[in-house]
């Protein structure tokens, strides 16, 4: 039963425009958040985080959101550019009661391509 | 600083043998996990390792799995014997202290693209 989930697996966007991508989690038994973007041939690296005390995280472009009483998240990101294109994986921390060792749960990933 | 290295990149064997994958963490990072991607679907946790010992191995998907990471440097991941479901890319990542202590983020290696025919 996947607990973190990426519904569109693909997301095309203009350049300039606002690019909006989506996560659902199943339970509250997270209390982090995070992104990963990822491109081809290469492993996803770190882009944004929120704790589940917050409902938003702003950093330059990228803005979390978090809604928990809809188990939703989202990734903002304004304006988007060509070089954002990528997988972006959504991936939840459970927390220490559930988690000894920290490790995260992730959902599927969505592909942005952001057309110049 | 070097980053997170794992080898081969690519792996191409056939049902029934073994294949032996290697990482390299980031010097200093005690904290080695293992990933696994599989058709394009989520990221799937394997194992945990704090230095040479195994912390979490809920992911492993059976015992044709095995993990080592002797002196707590690298680690290695062997398949043996290796079956189709096993085709995939599977992630190395480390961490200074563990993920359950604030939001340290992972670092994940370029992956292994396992192909078994």
């Known amino acids: 039963d996947q607990q973190v989930k990426q519904n569109s697996p693909s997301l095309s966007v203009q350049e300039g425009r606002i690019s909006i991508l989506n996560c659902d989690y199943t339970?509250?038994?997270?209390?982090?958040f995070l992104w990963y973007k990822k491109y081809p041939a290469e492993g996803p690296t770190f882009l944004i985080s929120i704790s589940s005390i917050k409902d938003k995280n702003e950093d330059g472009r990228f803005t979390v959101f978090l809604n928990k009483s809809a188990k939703h998240l989202s990734l903002h990101i304004v304006p988007s550019q060509p070089g954002d294109s990528a997988v972006y994986f959504c991936a939840a921390r459970p927390r220490p009661l559930y988690n000894q060792g920290g490790k995260l749960i992730f959902g599927q990933g969505t592909e942005l391509s952001v057309k110049p | 600083e070097a980053g997170v290295t794992q080898f081969p990149s690519h792996s191409v064997i056939e049902k029934g043998q073994t294949v032996t994958l290697r990482c390299d963490p980031i010097?200093?990072?005690?904290?080695l996990y293992w990933y696994r991607r599989v058709m394009g679907k989520e990221i799937k946790f394997l194992l945990h390792f704090v230095k040479e010992s195994k912390q979490d191995e809920s992911g492993m998907p059976n015992n044709r799995f095995l993990a080592e990471r002797t002196g707590g440097t690298y680690s290695t991941l062997k398949v043996q014997p290796a079956e189709l479901e096993d085709s995939g890319v599977y992630f190395c990542a480390s961490s200074q202290v563990p993920q359950r202590q604030g939001s340290s983020p992972l670092h994940f290696g370029n992956g292994t693209r396992l192909t078994v025919t």
């Open positions: 010097s200093g990072h005690d904290n």
């Open positions: 339970n509250s038994m997270f209390d982090y």
